[in-house]
């Protein structure tokens, strides 16, 4: 047995309570087979792959606050340190029910190649908490974020691990969680990205991943000799990424036609109206029926189950922007018989493994989530730099600079394609390119 499919029995052993993680891990191991195989004695006496598998530290601990009723509620905390080779943790906050420790790991797992493809130095985490904001009081919000950083404010830092947003974490949750850290540690410094704009936030981090997710998939685009004006865009999500991404699109002359949400989805052809999006998901928080309700020219369906939602409508590009595992075999099937043209991942992993397959056997171009969202991340980096020289730079220097990197980015995994013998698979592109400055940082470090 090879060494990789040897690392993955284990991990399989060692890991069977955690789909999503050994999903993760059989994902970029399979594609890492080339230069596995190119470098197999030393990986293999370094032990690079079970350490690379395996967290630096997983921190699980009670999170409990005080409900509007006088109730005591009380949730779990994680904080998955997964790797620190190239720079400090980094990794976002996820707040929903699903989470427990394995999507967690899945989570802090991709970080760790994600952050490395920025060319930044950013190292691999992620955490969050099985709490549902959903229906709370901002005053319960603030109840549960202080709680939850009052535990975990002695394992984060400017130099040592630094969370951001991610799913139910936004700005309002990031300002509770800062005020808190600063008060409990008595610093004030750059602990968290996502920062309100007057207290050491970055300015275009907001849409960063969004837009980084459209320059990327421009830079595609071009490397084929074509470009995004006239195309028909079918995304997913109506959140912080599908809403940035579909502004974003409209600007370089895309149409988008479709959003959902965790409750139904819009099939609008006369492409989605994002200021009125942005209005009934940011400002209101409300359903998107509300978003039928203001349109004339929208469709609003129900979420069933196994039915397609917004992979059913013909579209040249698809950008999932919602969550795990949304786009299945049986989707990738549906596009594909439309035509589909790119598929690049807003979300983190939301093709299944097989979906992706499909798609890349069918000679779709497909840029996996590493790299296509890692806009967000780019530009926490960015701001962790703003707050370490204490300057603040404008929007227009900002983006100008998660452009250069989004275009680097593509350029990288293009070309780490080509070196392993596997052109155009840009999936395998982006875990090597992701992986092999990882490991070059951690055979020069030592056993660590
Ligand atoms: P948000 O919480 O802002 O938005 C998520 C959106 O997806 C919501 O509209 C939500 O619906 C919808 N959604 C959730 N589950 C489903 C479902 N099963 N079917 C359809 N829609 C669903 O999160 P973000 O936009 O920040 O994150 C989206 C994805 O992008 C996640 O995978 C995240 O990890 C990833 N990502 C985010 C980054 C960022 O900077 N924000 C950076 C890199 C990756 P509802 O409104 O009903 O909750």
Same mark, same amino acid.
Request: aromatic content about 2%; some cysteine; proline content about 4%.
């Given at each position: 047995m090879g060494y990789v499919d040897e690392v993955l029995e284990s991990l399989k052993k060692k890991n069977a309570s955690e789909p999503e993680f050994l999903q993760a891990a059989e994902e970029v191991l399979d594609s890492l087979r080339p230069v596995v195989e190119a470098n197999e004695a030393v990986y293999r006496r370094e032990a690079i792959l079970e350490r690379i598998t395996e967290p630096d530290r997983q921190i699980k601990f009670r999170v409990p606050w005080v409900d509007d009723k006088g109730q005591v509620q009380v949730n779990i905390g994680y904080r998955v340190q997964f790797n620190n080779a190239i720079g400090p943790y980094k990794g976002g906050i996820r707040l929903h029910p699903s989470v427990n420790i394995g999507i967690i790991k899945f989570l802090g797992f991709e970080q760790i190649f994600k952050n490395s493809l920025t060319s930044l130095p950013i190292g691999g985490g992620k955490g969050g908490s099985?709490?549902?904001? @959903?229906? @709370?009081s901002d005053r319960e919000i603030m109840a549960f974020c202080q709680s939850f950083i009052s535990e975990l404010y002695k394992y984060? $830092?400017?130099? =040592?691990d630094v969370p951001a947003g991610d799913i139910g974490t936004g700005a309002r949750e990031i300002g509770y969680m800062f005020g808190m850290y600063k008060k409990l540690h008595g610093t004030y410094e750059g602990? #968290? =990205? $996502?920062?309100g704009l007057s207290y050491g936030g970055s300015l275009a981090r907001t849409e960063a991943t969004g837009y980084g997710l459209l320059y990327i998939t421009e830079e595609l685009f071009k490397a084929h $000799? /074509?470009? #995004?004006?006239?195309k028909t865009i079918a995304v997913s999500g109506a959140g912080n990424v599908a809403i940035y991404a579909t502004q974003k699109a409209q600007q370089l002359g895309a149409k988008v036609v479709t959003c959902s949400d965790s409750t139904g989805w819009i099939y609008d052809p006369e492409g989605i109206d994002v200021e009125l999006l942005r209005e009934v998901?940011?400002? @209101? %928080?409300? %359903? #998107?029926t509300e978003y039928a309700a203001a349109r004339k020219s929208a469709e609003y369906h129900e979420k069933k189950n196994g039915e397609h939602g917004v992979w059913s409508i013909k579209c040249d590009i698809a950008l999932p922007? +919602? =969550? /795990?595992?949304? #786009?299945?075999l049986e989707d990738a099937k549906q596009l594909v018989a439309n035509g589909v043209t790119a598929v690049c991942e807003g979300?983190?992993?939301? =093709?299944t493994i097989d979906a992706t397959k499909y798609l890349q056997d069918n000679n779709v171009w497909f840029i996996g $989530? @590493?790299?296509?969202? +890692?806009g967000g991340v780019a530009t926490s980096a960015l701001e962790m730099s703003q707050n370490s020289e204490r300057l603040s730079w404008s929007f227009e220097e900002v983006d100008s600079k998660l452009q250069q990197i989004m275009v680097n980015i593509f350029h990288n995994i293009d070309d780490a394609a080509k070196r392993y013998g596997c052109e155009g698979n840009y999936v395998a592109g982006a875990n090597i390119a992701g992986f092999e400055k990882v490991v070059n940082a951690m055979l020069a470090q030592g056993v660590c």
């Open positions: 099985d709490f549902d904001p @959903k229906g @709370k984060i $830092g400017a130099d =040592t602990v #968290l =990205t $996502g920062k $000799g /074509q470009s #995004l004006s006239g998901k940011e400002v @209101k %928080r409300a %359903r #998107l922007c +919602a =969550t /795990q595992n949304e #786009l299945d979300a983190n992993m939301p =093709t $989530g @590493k790299a296509a969202n +890692a």
